[in-house]
């Protein structure tokens, strides 16, 4: 986790990947919190190398009708809770000046 007091310092320490890379898919269920934690995103050099943690910016994609109640008090604490089934997909995407890197992560939301 990155706090924006710290982003200047933590940017001007973090490289710029070539890439993001998500590991799978992400499986939600309906009624259930999701920790956005939980989504494995990794960094990578031109080179193919895993490069440190780096600074994301998170979307959800929205649907109509939504999959989610987004409400900013739920999300600032780092998670969603899907009110329905469906398939969406997260898109990460690098914060930090320079060249930018993004990665789209499919999702599903299983019933209860």
């Given at each position: 986790?990155?706090?924006?007091?710290?982003?200047?310092?933590?940017?001007?320490?973090?490289?710029?990947?070539?890439?993001?890379?998500?590991?799978?898919?992400?499986?939600?269920?309906?009624?259930?919190?999701?920790?956005?934690?939980?989504?494995?995103?990794?960094?990578?050099?031109?080179?193919?190398?895993?490069?440190?943690?780096?600074?994301?910016?998170?979307?959800?994609?929205?649907?109509?009708?939504?999959?989610?109640?987004?409400?900013?008090?739920i999300i600032g604490y780092g998670?969603?809770?899907?009110?329905?089934?469906?398939?969406?997909?997260?898109?990460?995407?690098?914060?930090?000046?320079?060249?930018?890197?993004?990665?789209?992560?499919?999702?599903?939301?299983?019933?209860?």
């Amino acid at each position: 986790m990155f706090s924006a007091p710290n982003m200047g310092k933590i940017c001007s320490q973090t490289r710029s990947p070539a890439r993001l890379v998500a590991k799978g898919r992400a499986m939600l269920r309906v009624g259930q919190w999701f920790k956005f934690s939980s989504l494995q995103i990794i960094a990578v050099d031109a080179a193919g190398q895993i490069l440190p943690p780096v600074p994301l910016h998170l979307e959800v994609e929205e649907l109509d009708p939504p999959l989610f109640s987004l409400n900013n008090d739920i999300i600032g604490y780092g998670g969603i809770t899907p009110t329905r089934a469906g398939h969406f997909r997260f898109r990460a995407r690098t914060i930090c000046r320079g060249p930018s890197a993004e990665v789209l992560v499919p999702a599903v939301v299983r019933g209860r």
